[in-house]
């Protein structure tokens, strides 16, 4: 789930108070190549006897596609993830500047400094030059922006200041961590290639993937476990919950279909955090 330390609407506080009204115990905040937010979801999960494994979204490339790596990090954030995040900050502000360079092209005005203004402290991500867009009156909603400009393989989606796959992988190794391919359904890749990614992230060190990311397809979704099936991989789920009133909800995600994929709490590096008190109800 993502907070206002990136592109979530809801601060840390805000998000564990959703999530303690809905009956959560167990959740990982996973905001965007940033683990700014944590520390605010930690002091507030104890007020709400809700347990929070800290994490991020990092961002990453291969074979020229943008590909989101979760770092599930129980025992916290080792030295190469550090300078990583720090070089994400800055990958973050070069993607921002050929952005808005290529949006201006279309009709955005001085789409840098109100991106920056719209963003506060925290760093830059599409949906702020998408907000502008809506309200420039260039599209008519978020949804338009990305299809138009903003979604894989238009104007907008700027992947060359990423790190590769197998870097990022190693990050969250070298942290004692557990990485997760993110959302693997939604690259829009043929079987084959999907298959590939799976063995070239598992080949770097990757031990899971995103089985069940919000509402997907539920053919689709079991094809995907077969897929992780056949390669010994973990399976994570959860709602990537950004902002409230849309169709996902905290705690809110498609069925998980009958397979013998090992959930990713069973990884043993997750074991205490598994352990802790509130185990054994419903994680996101």
């Known amino acids: 789930m993502h907070s206002t330390a990136s592109d979530g609407a809801l601060s840390p506080e805000a ?10 115990s167990h959740m990982a905040l996973t905001d965007h190549d940033t683990l700014a937010g944590v520390a605010e979801a930690q002091e507030a999960a104890q007020r709400y006897g809700i347990t929070v494994l800290p994490a991020t979204e990092l961002s990453s490339q291969w074979h020229g596609i943008n590909i989101h790596v979760v770092a599930l990090l129980p025992n916290g ?3 190469r993830l550090e300078a990583g995040l720090v070089s994400q900050a800055e990958a973050r502000e070069l993607r921002a500047q050929t ?3 290529r949006l201006e092209r279309v009709g955005l005005s001085d789409a840098l400094a109100r991106a920056r203004a719209r963003a506060g402290e925290r760093p830059l991500g599409r949906p702020d030059f ?23 393989g238009k104007p907008g989606d700027v992947k060359s200041h990423w790190p590769w796959l197998s ?10 961590g ?13 079987r084959r290639k999907r298959g590939l990614l799976l063995e070239d992230f598992q080949a770097a060190g990757g031990q899971a993937a995103e089985l069940v990311s919000g509402f997907q397809n539920g053919d689709v979704t079991r094809d995907l476990a077969r897929q992780l099936d056949e390669r010994g991989l973990y399976a994570s789920l959860g709602s990537d919950f950004h902002f409230p009133g849309g169709h996902l909800a905290p705690g809110a995600m498609s069925p998980v279909p009958r397979t013998s994929v090992a959930p990713v709490w069973q990884h043993p590096r997750l074991a205490a955090w598994r352990q802790s008190p509130a185990c054994g109800q419903e994680a996101s």
């Open 130 to 152: 998408a907000h502008l867009m809506v309200e420039d009156g260039l599209v008519p909603d978020l949804g338009a922006a990305f299809r138009k400009y903003l979604g894989s």
């Open 77 to 79: 954030i080792g030295a």
């Open 99 to 101: 952005i808005a360079r």
């Open 167 to 176: 870097e990022v992988v190693q990050w969250v190794l070298d942290s004692d």
């Open 178 to 190: 557990v990485a997760v391919l993110a959302h693997p359904l939604r690259y829009k890749l043929t």
């Open 15 to 24: 998000l564990l108070a959703l999530c303690a009204e809905r009956g959560l």
